[in-house]
T-cell receptor, first 114, second 109 residues
Framework: EAQVTQNPRYLITVTGKKLTVTCSQN?????MSWYRQDPGLGLRQIYYSMNVEVTDKGDVPEGYKVSRKEKRNFPLILESPSPNQTSLYFC?????????????FGPGTRLTVT | DQQVKQNSPSLSVQEGRISILNCDYT??????FLWYKKYPAEGPTFLIS?????DKNEDGRFTVFLNKSAKHLSLHIVPSQPGDSAVYFC????????FGTGTRLQVFP
């Protein structure tokens, strides 16, 4: 089954404790992206990757890091989480290089930073 | 600066009637528009799209209309069903997708 998986689905952590949210896709897609969803703000792009070892900032990259060492994986790293990073996070992938057509989304990770 | 706006946060429609979800945009360089549907505890799923060179695209009960002069996009669902109850996001493309804030649709019996 073609899918994008994220782990964990739910995470409660404390300010400053480094965490990683994993994302994996089995569709051999070149393009992957991370979004955060906040009430009244819709989906905002954090980082994206056009291919292995190629990453770039989206609209809200502050406080986040990513890596793309393998085509299927695109982890999101919060080196020092803060309460304003409490949000619902989605990973997405696309077979279109520009990533701006149909994207397939993971189920989401709800992060709470206290 | 919200380039893609969904001004109605929620919409309630009776089963069998038409649901109309609206989306406005400001950037005339957008060349492709998409609608996504999102159920609770799931990621958004692609629903329907339209190129900027067209003014209508239909897929079963779902039709998207594009009015470029008004920079307005709408999604029509006819007839609406309870299973259509979800949050709907419109998105517009330049070199990336820019999403609206979403409209929560509730279809009641």
């Amino acid at each position: 089954e073609a899918q994008v998986t994220q782990n964990p689905r739910y995470l409660i952590t404390v300010t400053g404790k480094k965490l990683t949210v994993t994302c994996s896709q089995n569709m051999n897609h070149e393009y992957m992206s991370w979004y955060r969803q906040d009430p009244g703000l819709g989906l905002r792009q954090i980082y994206y990757s056009m291919n292995v070892e190629v990453t770039d900032k989206g609209d809200v990259p502050e406080g986040y890091k990513v890596s793309r060492k393998e085509k299927r994986n695109f982890p999101l790293i919060l080196e020092s989480p803060s309460p304003n990073q409490t949000s619902l996070y989605f990973c997405a992938s696309s077979g279109q290089l520009a990533g701006a057509y149909e994207q397939y989304f993971g189920p989401g990770t709800r992060l709470t930073v206290t | 600066d919200q380039q893609v706006k969904q001004n109605s946060p929620s919409l309630s429609v009776q089963e069998g009637r038409i649901s109309i979800l609206n989306c406005d945009y400001t950037n005339s360089m957008f060349d492709y528009f998409l609608w996504y549907k999102k159920y609770p505890a799931e990621g958004p799923t692609f629903l329907i799209s339209i190129s900027s060179i067209k003014d209508k695209n239909e897929d079963g009960r779902f039709t998207v209309f594009l009015n470029k002069s008004a920079k307005h996009l709408s999604l029509h669902i006819v007839p609406s069903q309870p299973g259509d109850s979800a949050v709907y996001f419109c998105a517009a493309r330049t070199d990336k997708l820019i999403f609206g804030t979403g409209t929560r649709l509730q279809v009641f019996p």
